[in-house]
């Protein structure tokens, strides 16, 4: 499985970004939890949203109501849209696809956003 991110950068507080993520290399990707987490300069890797094949989304306590998580079964994708973003978001942020079943996760390579105050 690969994992493919985009669409990290530079923005000023408030602003807003989008990011992508492709998933290719299994018939089974559909079946999945697709998630983004993030990492911040000497800070541990963290959870931001996640979604479940059925739609069914979980965030992260401090970007509930700012992020929105979301998916396209057909193009194996899915995305993340912040809006209001904080300086604190600042991270790379990371694109994932887990498998319960096989217990299985996966990683793409990261994107950087940089929010300045």
């Known amino acids: 499985v690969q994992l493919v991110e985009s669409g990290g950068g530079l923005v000023q507080a408030g602003g807003s970004l989008s990011l992508s993520c492709r998933a290719s290399?299994?018939?089974?990707?559909?079946?999945?939890?697709m998630g983004w987490y993030r990492q911040a300069p000497g800070k541990q890797r963290e959870l931001v949203a996640t979604?479940?094949?059925?739609?069914?989304?979980t965030y992260a306590d401090s970007v509930k109501g700012r992020f929105t998580i979301s998916r396209d079964g057909a193009k194996n994708t899915e995305y993340l849209q912040m809006n209001s973003l904080k300086p604190e978001d600042s991270a790379v942020y990371y694109c994932?696809?887990?498998?319960?079943?096989?217990?299985?996760?996966?990683w793409g390579k990261g994107t950087l956003v940089t929010v300045s105050s």
């Open positions: 994932n696809v887990h498998f319960t079943a096989a217990g299985t996760d996966y």
């Open positions: 290399g299994s018939i089974f990707l559909s079946l999945g939890t």
């Open positions: 979604i479940t094949r059925d739609g069914g989304t």
